[in-house]
Nanobody, 120 residues
C-alpha cells in the first residue's frame, strides 16, 4: 500500500519560514519524481515545485521561486519543502505527490495535505 504523509504545516506570520515533510511508504519513491502542490480556498490545486529521483532536476512555480526549496532524502524516503519569506497568499493546503514520469506532470499518488496559514 502506498502512503504519502505530510507534516510540518501550521500558522506563521508573514516573512516567517516553515519546512514541510512528506514521508513515503510502499512501493514508490525509488525512481519517482516528487512534488508539492497547494490548494487555496476557492482555487484549483496548483503545482508548487518538483524534484527528480536523484535530485538533479528541480522545478518551481514562478510565485515561489527564490523563496521555496524542495529537497529529498532517498535513504529515508522523505521529501521536504523549505518555505521562506512566506506571504499571506501562500496560505493553502499543501499536498505531497509522486510521479513515475516527470518532475512537473503525471502526478498520480497524493498525500492528504497539510494546512499552511500565513498571517499578515
Amino acid at each position: 500500500q502506498v502512503q504519502l504523509v505530510e507534516s510540518g504545516g501550521g500558522l506563521v506570520q508573514a516573512g516567517g519560514s516553515l519546512r514541510l515533510s512528506c514521508a513515503v511508504s510502499g512501493r514508490i519513491f525509488t525512481n519517482y519524481a516528487m512534488g508539492w502542490f497547494r490548494q487555496a480556498p476557492g482555487k484549483e490545486r496548483a503545482f508548487v515545485g518538483g524534484i527528480s529521483w536523484r535530485g538533479g532536476t528541480t522545478a518551481y512555480a514562478d510565485s515561489v521561486k527564490g523563496r521555496f526549496t524542495i529537497s529529498r532524502d532517498n535513504a529515508n524516503n522523505t521529501v521536504y519543502l523549505q518555505m521562506n519569506s512566506l506571504k499571506p497568499q501562500d496560505t493553502a493546503v499543501y499536498y505531497c505527490a509522486a510521479s513515475a514520469t516527470g518532475v512537473t506532470y503525471n502526478y498520480n499518488y497524493w498525500g492528504q495535505g497539510t494546512q499552511v496559514t500565513v498571517s499578515s
